[in-house]
């Protein structure tokens, strides 16, 4: 499993012209799921994401979590991530098949509503628009 992870100020997530989700401060997620992944790794991905300690404190260190920020998540599945680039046109033959990476998409996004945390999300396997107003900006890659 693989993760982009940003901090935002805010973010969306469109599907033709439709709002599908919108958070305040949080973090953007973008989720690309490998053909090994299980349930484990999903639940293993929750924790390290919702726990990173990303946001400043009052002195302006980065020592508070998501919760302790007052945050949301808004996770977009991303199969991309896996995208073989040895060549000019990537290939995407790494990534899970859509019949098992869809269930684990929504696996991980219960793992974080189990942690406590409000999940804002997109559509597994739509063309969609994400907009964010990136905070800092903090950009973490996440390879499990």
Known sequence: ??????????????????NCGKIGRGLLVLLGIGPEDDETTAEKM?????????????????NLDLAAAGGSLLVVSQFTLYADTSKR????????????????YEYFMDCCRNLGFT????????YMQVSSQNDGPVTILLDL
């Open 1 to 18: 499993m693989r993760a982009v992870v940003t901090r935002v100020a805010d973010a969306s997530v469109e599907i033709g012209g439709r």
């Open 46 to 62: 929750a924790e390290k994401i919702c726990n990173l300690r990303i946001f400043s404190d009052e002195n302006g260190k980065m």
């Open 89 to 104: 046109r990537p290939g995407f033959s790494k990534a899970a098949a859509p019949d098992r990476a869809a269930p684990l």
């Open 119 to 126: 999940v804002e999300h997109g559509e597994f396997g739509a």
